[in-house]
């Protein structure tokens, strides 16, 4: 008796294995109510700091949607991942949100390089992307799928040049621009350009490369030219070592710097090394509204008592703008989304009133902050 049934048994299991394999059910499967969203960031390495304020300013967006009744009656699934502070991996990721994963769209990075790297993966599978805080101008002319939220380093650049010379009256400027960023050598030449054009000089210009942990000869041969003051577009982790070695060689010229000094380990690291140095960056809770007020009570309740940095600031407009462009097109295909995406308008952001031009950036001021008392003081709103 047994021997006949074998073979019912080995068909009946083909059969449930092949339903199973056709109608992905053993697959991770998109719930008819949800909507699918990817991000990728720097959740680890070098630049972890960026991915992770980031992240949390996103969940906190995506929270908020949820339970207001989600994205054209769906909740917003989002599917994070780690590309561990590195442009390869962020490519890679990206490739599994877009191809595997099947997102409607994708959210990131903060690192110019890395959304440089991952973007034209979105573009090419007409998936829109938008980047919350990349500000390299090569950024969104990969594609009409490619999209920003923040100013663009042109702009940076010019307004840091601009406090320098009108706002402190310093005249010749040192740079220490990071070569293998395309973030820092864009923003030292906005810098640079702007710099000159209001009649300063830029007596000396070093560079070193991202992981480097000794500026000492950069530095010196800085020391030899007495720059008044020192620009350096980089990330917060070089920043606070330039600085140290800076002081210790006995230079006492203020730093400048950009949105790339933006985190919380800055200053201690730093050792009080930056005390009086200046950075710009997108946001300050200085320069809101209720609105603004609300946001940060929100972002401390459900972080611990941490205040929100720009990028959670930023990371949370991402999202909110995302949720808007997918209500107004009333559907989760990539075209349409992109069209509503480019059709933002005034869209009222915690960084700000955003609206997108035609080259897919946003127009929007930025802030300079003074580090004094070990602490991020606002100094002034610069509008473009
Ligand atoms: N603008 C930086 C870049 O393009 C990233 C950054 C944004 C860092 C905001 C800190 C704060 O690489």
């Known amino acids: 008796m047994r021997r006949i049934y074998l073979p019912i048994a080995i068909l009946f299991a083909a059969t449930i294995l092949f339903t199973i394999a056709i109608t992905g059910c053993g697959k991770k499967s998109v719930k008819s109510n949800e909507i699918l969203i990817g991000e990728f960031g720097s959740l680890t390495g070098t630049t972890a700091d960026f991915g992770i304020t980031t992240r949390n300013g996103i969940d906190l967006a995506v929270e908020e949607i949820n339970k207001s009744g989600g994205v054209l009656g769906k909740k917003i699934k989002l599917i994070v991942e780690d590309d561990r502070s590195d442009p390869a991996e962020a490519k890679t990721v990206v490739t599994k949100l877009v ?33 919350p805080s990349s500000t390299n101008p090569e950024v969104t002319q990969i594609g009409d799928y490619v999209f920003r939220i923040c100013f663009v380093d042109d702009f940076q650049g010019a307004i840091c040049a601009k406090f320098a010379v009108d706002n402190l009256k310093l005249k010749k400027a040192a740079i220490l ?21 209001l009649g300063g000089i830029i007596v000396v210009e070093q560079s070193y490369s991202e992981g480097d942990t000794d500026f000492s000869s950069q530095l010196t041969a800085m020391k030899a030219k007495k720059p008044d003051i020192i620009f350096v577009p980089g990330y917060y982790q070089e920043v606070a070592l330039i600085a140290r070695k800076a002081r210790q060689l006995g230079i006492t010229a203020p730093m400048l ?39 940060v009570a929100s972002y401390r309740k459900r972080f611990g008592g941490k205040a ?37 308008k005034s869209f009222p952001g915690i960084t700000g009133s955003i609206t997108l031009d035609a080259n897919r950036n946003a127009v929007k001021p930025g802030v300079i902050l003074q580090i004094k008392n070990n602490k991020f003081n606002y100094v002034a709103t610069v509008r473009p």
């Open 257 to 295: 710097g950009g949105d790339g000094w933006d985190s919380s380990t800055l200053i201690p690291n730093s050792g009080g090394a930056l005390e009086g140095s200046y950075f710009s960056n997108h946001y300050d809770a200085a320069m809101g509204g209720p609105e603004v007020k609300a946001f």
């Open 308 to 344: 929100p940095n720009a990028l959670a600031a930023l990371g949370y407009d991402a999202m909110h703008i995302m949720a808007d462009a997918i209500t107004r097109a009333g559907s989760t295909d990539g075209a349409k989304i992109r069209d509503a995406i480019a059709a933002t």
């Open 177 to 197: 621009k990071d070569i293998k960023n395309d973030y820092s050598v864009g923003l030292a030449d906005s810098f640079k350009n702007t710099f000159k054009k």
């Open 99 to 131: 191809m595997q994963d099947r997102v409607v769209a994708v959210l990131g990075e903060v690192a110019s390089s890395r959304t440089l790297a991952a973007a034209p993966v979105c573009q090419a599978a007409k998936i829109p992307i938008i980047s």
